[in-house]
């Protein structure tokens, strides 16, 4: 309570998980909303493969921290140098937008800008952003001092960069994070609506990934681009090496072996 300027951090490293994780991130949420003015940042790390990755990233990202974590303990080391080399150079926190309306933001708490640790924030706005549109990032410097930072937007033609793609994985993490915390129908209905229409893999839906000869491949280039696209039997036909492809059964880590 009593640090002045600077910036309170916890530090947790796990090679396990416990069964109140959901609460504990509800207090973490609580404690966020009613606007603690140095809530500490917490830095998460889970060590091996029965780690509950949603909750390390779910507790991280309340707190404006940061997660990370290693399978192999020859990147132990490396990985934990570089977390606390991050968490000693602050350069903005607290950091907010202003200028623009989004009813769709992630993350939903715009994390520190710390020391080799740039954000990426995305999102859906209400209003239309018109080029050379200023919004600005208002922020604390390690001071105490707030900043304004002007950004000048610009507005990409998505068949050159496809901006709403780049941007998909980080979607799909927050999402995760949230049913896994929520357990909201709606919210795995997005998971499962983001997975199909965007291509990528998710806890709830699975991909087929298979090979085809450069024959084959022409020919379903020619049928896309009739909007044409093969059937169930193309697709079984071409899938003699097929591999079915699914994500995140292991990240909600495993109390017994804890």
């Known amino acids: 309570?009593?640090?002045?300027?600077?910036?309170?951090?916890?530090?947790?490293?796990?090679d396990g998980c416990v069964e109140n994780e959901k609460k504990i991130v509800e207090n973490v949420i609580n404690l966020k909303q009613e606007n603690k003015t140095k809530l500490p940042r917490i830095c998460t790390?889970?060590?091996?493969?029965y780690c509950n990755e949603y909750f390390l990233k779910m507790l991280s990202s309340w707190s404006s921290g940061f997660n990370d974590g290693c399978i192999y303990p020859k990147d132990l080391y490396p990985k934990i140098?570089?977390?606390?080399?991050?968490?000693?150079?602050?350069?903005?926190?607290?950091?907010?937008?202003?200028?623009?309306?989004?009813?769709?933001?992630?993350?939903k708490t715009i994390p520190d800008l710390f020391l080799n640790s740039p954000i990426i924030i995305s999102g859906k706005f209400e209003n239309d952003i018109t080029p050379n549109q200023i919004i600005k990032i208002i922020g604390n410097l390690p001071n105490g001092q707030i900043l304004?930072?002007?950004?000048?937007?610009?507005?990409?033609?998505?068949n050159i960069i496809p901006i709403n793609k780049i941007f998909i994985k980080q979607r799909m993490d927050e999402l995760n994070g949230?049913?896994?915390?929520?357990?909201?129908e709606k919210i795995k209905k997005q998971i499962i609506n983001l997975s199909i229409n965007e291509s990528f893999p998710s806890p709830h839906t699975s991909m087929i990934a298979y090979e085809i000869s450069s024959k084959e491949k022409d020919n379903h280039k020619a049928k896309k681009n009739t909007n044409k696209g093969m059937n169930g039997k193309q697709i079984a036909a071409l899938a003699g090496g097929a591999v079915v492809v699914g994500a995140g059964l292991f990240l909600l880590g495993n109390l017994a072996a804890t």
């Open 178 to 184: 949230e049913y896994w915390l929520y357990n909201d």
């Open 1 to 14: 309570q009593n640090c002045g300027n600077n910036l309170p951090f916890i530090i947790l490293l796990t």
């Open 81 to 107: 140098k570089l977390m606390m080399d991050k968490a000693k150079t602050p350069i903005l926190t607290n950091i907010k937008l202003s200028g623009i309306t989004s009813n769709e933001i992630y993350p």
């Open 148 to 158: 304004e930072i002007p950004i000048r937007c610009d507005k990409s033609d998505d």
């Open 45 to 49: 790390f889970g060590i091996g493969p």
